[in-house]
């Protein structure tokens, strides 16, 4: 089976997942995959969508309902946590809307959420708001990156332009890391 095949009949399915587990890579793939017309850009959209509003959701619910559990009280320890609870305390429906775009803060934060008063409704609400926007923008780059890729080095063999897009997507990744790290190491001295 050939890799457009399989793009075909589990590409939806592998962009929920990755968005639900992974994050940005997966969206912006599936844009890349969408310019490719292999899939449409409002499938693999809403796929990313609907899996990072999933994933959000279990982590959510792991906080609330599954606190005592030793993965959920491994990532309640790390030292993210601590910022992550001050801008939530500060700013709970900004940080609500927001925390899927802060680099380091995506999985941790829905946990540290579902263990305070918030209510649940609240959070599907906003959850599923911020969830539309990530999934129409992160899938949207990656669309855009796709025909940037085809205009610039023509029309490549798919494996090749979806290695081109994890291999960008990957030094956006680290620099976004590093900046992160910049930035906290600068707070601290």
């Known amino acids: 089976m050939s890799i457009e095949l399989l ?7 592998a962009i929920f997942l990755g968005a ?15 310019h490719r017309g292999l899939l449409t850009y409002w499938s693999a959209s809403l796929a990313a969508t609907a899996g990072s509003f999933a994933g959000d ?7 609330r309902y599954a606190a005592r559990w030793g993965l ?12 992550a609870t001050r801008l939530l305390e500060r700013y709970p429906t900004g940080f609500i809307l927001a925390f899927r775009f802060l680099v380091g803060l995506r999985t941790i934060s829905p946990i540290v959420i579902g263990t ?3 209510a649940t409704g609240k959070f599907i609400i906003l959850n599923a708001a911020a969830a539309l926007v990530w999934g129409q923008l992160f899938t949207a780059l990656g669309y855009v990156f796709g025909h940037g890729i085809e205009q610039t080095l023509g029309h490549l ?4 332009h979806l290695l081109i897009a994890i291999g960008a997507a990957a030094v956006v990744a680290a620099a976004a890391l590093a900046f ?3 930035k906290l190491s600068a707070r601290h001295s």
């Open 180 to 182: 992160r790290k910049m």
């Open 116 to 118: 305070t008063r918030i």
């Open 7 to 13: 793009i075909e009949h589990y590409g939806l399915l």
């Open 72 to 83: 959920v009280r491994r990532l309640m320890e790390t030292p993210t946590l601590a910022r």
């Open 20 to 34: 639900a587990f992974e994050g940005e890579t997966a969206a912006f793939l599936g844009g890349v995959i969408s």
């Open 157 to 160: 063999p798919l494996h090749r």
């Open 57 to 63: 959701q279990f982590w959510f619910f792991a906080g």
